[in-house]
Structures are given as C-alpha cells and as structure tokens.
C-alpha cells in the first residue's frame, strides 16, 4: 500500500515544488510537473497489475484515527480494481495535460502556478480515487473544487475568465451542500464514515428510508460536480480556461468525481430504488438537452463541453439502470476520446486564433496528424464501431434493455426512457460531431492565417491518446473489465438489436447534416433549423437562471445596500448631527455670564408664579 501513497502525494509534491520554485527558476516548473505526473503514472500502472492479477483484490492502509463523539473519521485508502483501473485513466491524461501545455503555454507570465494547479488537481482526484473515508474523500472533493476556480479563472485579466470562474465554484457549491448534508446523514446512521464499512452494512445495517434520503443528498453533489441537470449550465462557461484545463476537467478530473461516487458507493443506491429513478430522469433530459444544445454552437469548445454533459449523462443512466460495470466502462473511453478532442481542439485553436468555426475551415491537408487524431476522437464521441466509444455506449444501452424486460433495480418505465432517449441522443450526437468535423476540416479555409501544423509537444499527445481512443474497445470482450473491477453487474450486455438501431440513427445523424452541407458547401448545416435560437441559447436554461435568482438576489443586494445607505447611515450620522445641535444650543446656556444667568432665573420665576396664579 505504500504505492498508493506515493502515487498520491507525488503530483502533490510537485505541487508543491512548483509554487515555491517555479517563480524564482521557471525553468524547473516543466521537468516538476512532468516528473509528479510519470511517477503517479507509474505508480498507478503497478497498482492496476497487481489488482489485475490478484482480482478480485481489496486492500486498505489506515494512517490514523479522528475521534468526532458522534462517530470515527479514519484517514485510510483503498485500493481495489475500481480505484486502480480509474487512477490510470486520471495520470494519463493528467500527464498528456501537462506535457501539452508547456508548449501551448510557453511563456505564459503565469505559467509555474498553473502546473502547480494542475498537479494539484490531479492529487486532489487520486485522492478522491483512493479514499476509504467519506471525509478524506471529501477533501480531495474539495480541493478540486479550488483548483478549478484558480485554473479556469487563469487569464483573470480577462472579464469571461473572471465570471466563469466565480460561476463554476458557485454553482458546484450549491450542489455540495447537499452533499455534505448526505455524508452526515450516512456517516450517523452507519455509525461510521468508513466507505468499506458503510458497503458492509449497507445490505441491513440501513433502511430503505434512510439510505433514499442520504443518497439524494449525496446526488445534489454529484449532478453539480458532474454538470448533470439542472446544475450542468457552469461546465460550457468553463471554457474560458486554457484547452489542457478543459481537457483535464472534461476528461479525467473533476466531472468524473460525481460518477466515481457513485459507483463507489453503488450498493448504497441500489438500496434506494427512488433515488435510482431520480438519476434515470436527470439523466435523460440532461443527454438529450446537451446533445440539442451542442448541434448549434460555434464555439468549438462548446461544442465538446455540451458533449461531456451529454456523456456524463448516458453514465449516470447506467448507475440508474443497474450497471455499475457499464458506466465505469463509458467513464473510462470518455476519458481517452474526450481528453484527446479538447487537445485536439486546443492544436487548432493554437494555430488559426480562434475558437469559432465558422471562421475554421480546410484544415484538414495543413494539419495531417489533428486532423487525423480528432477523427479518431469524434468517431469515439459518435460511438462508432470498431472505436471505444461504440462498445461503452452499447454497453449502456443494453443495461438499459436488459433492466426495462427483466426488472432491474430501477423501475421498468424508467429502464424504457433511458433506452428511447439513448437512442435518440445517439442521432444527435453523431449529427453534431459531423457538423464539427465538417466545419472545421473541411470546405474552403475561412481564416487568413498561414495554417501548419502544431510542434512536437502538443502532437504526441494526441498520438497517445488516440491509442486508448481505439484499443479500450477490446474491454468490451463481456470478461475482462467485471472480474477486474469486480463490481456489480458481472457482464457487459450488448444486444444486437440495440447494437443496429444506434449504428442506423448514428449513420442517419451523419446524412442529415451532410446533405445540409453539400446543398451550400462550407456552410453551417444548422443554418436553416428553425429552432437554432433555442438551442443555441441551450434552452434558455441561463436566462432563466438570471431571471429566477441572479436578478432577484442583485434587487434585494440593491435594497440592502440603500437601506445600510439611507437608513442605517442616515440614523447613525442623522443622530450625531442632532446631538451636535443640541450641544451648540446647550453651549449658549453655558457661557460664564452672571447677568445671564439671574436674568434667567429671574424669568424662571416670573413663569412659575404666573403659572401658579393662572392654575389655581
């Protein structure tokens, strides 16, 4: 177990290395955040043999104790085939993210920060990977939330940065107080916040009621942390950072932490069939609504953000339908195809200056090896055979076949949603990654820059990751990924029926936008939908959003601040100005006359006396 240590706490050190040298040698930064990456990869790779050989494998190391009266709080990690298959996942792209950026940012003035961040963010998720304790978990939780603030608000010159960064720890927050609230709840009534224990007695040792009440707290943190309605609006702003940091959120990081909860915590939610339909109706809007919303973005990182959320979503409908194995599954080929789109994406926008497409165009023979290496991602994205992304999205599809005709955990007419709206979103998908592919690549070249390809340091990145893009395809043999992560759930379903009818509506998605573009080539395929306006604007989700919350809370900080303005300021200074007058018309009273003072009392006597007469 000392492996997991090190595996933790070396992206951390170079963390820490790098915000205390960096500044003073800045040319250490790079050789640290490189060096904290190979080695959690390293160290992440022998943890993930072992538990391949030794599946299934559990072991834990206990550092020590804390003692809360209510209950214990032990700093202890796990490590099993979950952990160590998903800690892979989290260095590779950690490492393809900061291998990319020092060139993509090379002599950014704040640059020695951001791979300190970056490594930051990358032991904050081993740490969530490897947690045995709720609370310890819940620090990595924490600290990734920080993280992303800093690192997407990185060009905070910038106003956008500013806003996204403040939009994306705000909106998360919201979501973690629930979640807070959900590990309190669970923690009191098992009597411990130890996951391994909780997962021991999660079978008697919880009621129905209790565990349905502390798994939808738990949910509100994971629909904000992994972007899922209706907390998802945060993660398409939060393309206002840097492409890498877009790519490791998207990818391996921060997103994936609501997923890997779960999945972590799976035997508490199957003890919670309503909370399981929750998930499976979150899931649908949020799957289909993304997908429409990116069909009519410009932006190209958008476009990808809008897709991580529909992603993320056929994930969380997988937990939802019963399979722990296929959402993990789905998880990890996201994270190669996903983290290999947004650097690709980053290769262009390098080059041309531009994040929008419409201003792309014909890139395809100047830059081979993106071109080449996006294709790959998108075919993935799209689900595709033979790429990864057909064999996890299949394997979604048929848990959700499977639960709808033999009673899975969830109810059948939930299993049936998830089913028609995967499939739907299937079409829809493929239509907006042919939209992207065509719009950037191909046509006519928009942009009056000299287009070539990206150096060397930004390529083999994606050379890299288009590999697992490919080959996690062979996961889906049924065998291998169960016993590994010996979840629930112990085989992959992929029906053959499912299978064709998401093949036929991807291939219906890809002719419906290219016939589009053959009728105006180098257009946008989207330009006559009649409903481009909605979906552009996501729905107007945002608008109503700021209408619902942002504007009543500015009026109410608009009439606290005239009130401390006009009233409490008036009231305090009001009362000093009168008590200052009353002073002066006191002072004249007082001003060491004799012939004043008897003339006064004099006149005191004369009222009196007439007064007493008059009354009496």
């Not at 998908?429 to 070249?445: E, I, K, N, S």
């Not at 629930?488 to 029906?495: D, I």
Request: net charge neutral; aromatic share 8%; proline share 4%.
């Amino acid at each position: 177990m000392t492996l997991v240590f090190v595996t933790v706490l070396a992206p951390f050190v170079a963390a820490v290395a790098g915000l205390f040298l960096g500044g003073r040698w800045p040319r250490t930064q790079v050789p640290i955040a490189v060096a904290g990456a190979v080695v959690s990869l390293g160290g992440a790779v022998v943890l993930a043999v072992r538990v391949a050989v030794d599946a299934p494998l559990q072991d834990v190391a206990q550092v020590t104790t804390v003692h809360t009266g209510a209950f214990d709080i032990d700093v202890a990690l796990r490590l099993d085939g979950l952990a160590g298959i998903v800690s892979v996942a989290v260095a590779v792209v950690a490492l393809a993210v900061q291998v990319y950026s020092s060139d993509y940012l090379k002599g950014d003035p704040r640059y020695s920060s951001y791979a300190a961040f970056v490594s930051l963010f990358t032991a904050a998720m081993m740490l969530v990977v490897f947690a045995d304790d709720l609370f310890v978990l819940l620090v990595g939780w924490e600290v990734m939330g920080v993280c992303s603030y800093f690192l997407i608000g990185h060009h905070w010159e910038q106003a956008d940065a500013q806003r996204s960064a403040v939009k994306a720890f705000v909106v998360t927050r919201l979501g973690d107080v629930g979640f807070l609230f959900g590990i309190f709840t669970l923690s009191v009534a098992a009597g411990t916040s130890r996951i391994t224990t909780i997962l021991g007695t999660s079978g008697d040792g919880l009621s129905q009621h209790t565990a349905t009440v502390a798994t939808l707290l738990l949910l509100c943190g994971v629909v904000g942390k992994s972007a899922q309605f209706p907390l998802h609006t945060w993660l398409p702003d939060a393309m206002a950072g840097p492409t890498p940091i877009s790519a490791l959120i998207h990818a391996a990081t921060m997103v994936a932490a609501g997923i890997y909860l779960v999945a972590r915590l799976y035997p508490v939610f199957l003890a919670a069939p309503t909370t399981l339909a929750v998930m499976a109706v979150i899931a649908c809007i949020t799957m289909l609504g993304a997908a429409l919303a990116a069909l009519a973005q410009d932006d190209i990182k958008r476009v990808l953000a809008y897709s991580t959320v529909s992603q993320l979503a056929y994930m969380l409908a997988a937990l939802a339908v019963g399979s722990a194995t296929a959402a993990t599954y789905h998880l990890l080929t996201h994270a190669a195809f996903k983290a290999l789109l947004f650097l690709a994406a980053g290769s262009v926008i390098h080059v041309v200056g531009t994040n929008l497409m419409p201003d792309m165009g014909g890139l395809r023979k100047a830059m081979p090896v993106t071109f080449a290496t996006m294709t790959v991602g998108l075919a993935a994205l799209a689900g595709l055979p033979p790429f990864s992304g057909f064999f996890s999205k299949e394997a979604v599809l048929g848990a959700a076949e499977e639960s709808a005709r033999h009673d899975g955990p969830v109810a059948s007419w939930a299993a049936w949603l998830v089913l028609v709206v995967g499939l739907v979103t299937v079409a829809v998908t493929a239509a907006y990654v042919t939209r992207l592919w065509l719009m950037t690549f191909f046509g006519t070249a928009r942009t009056a820059v000299a287009v070539h390809e990206s150096p060397p340091a930004m390529r083999w990145p994606l050379i890299a990751l288009a590999i697992p893009a490919v080959g996690l395809g062979v996961v889906g043999n049924r065998s291998l990924l169960p016993t590994w992560l010996g979840l629930p759930a112990p085989t992959l379903h992929v029906g053959l029926v499912t299978s064709g009818l998401s093949v036929l509506l991807a291939a219906a998605g890809f002719a419906a936008v290219v016939v589009a573009w053959r009728l105006v080539p180098a257009s946008d395929p989207m330009r006559l939908a009649s409903l481009r306006p909605v979906l552009e604007h996501a729905f107007y989700v945002d608008d109503l959003y700021d209408r619902l919350f942002v504007r009543p809370v500015r009026a109410a900080t608009r009439a606290v601040r005239w009130t401390d303005d006009e009233v409490v300021v008036a009231t305090v200074a009001g009362s000093g100005l009168g008590a200052t007058r009353l002073a002066v018309l006191l002072r004249r009273t007082q001003q060491g006359n004799v012939q004043t003072y008897l003339t006064g009392l004099l006149a005191g006597v004369v009222i009196l006396a007439v007064g007493v007469v008059t009354l009496t």
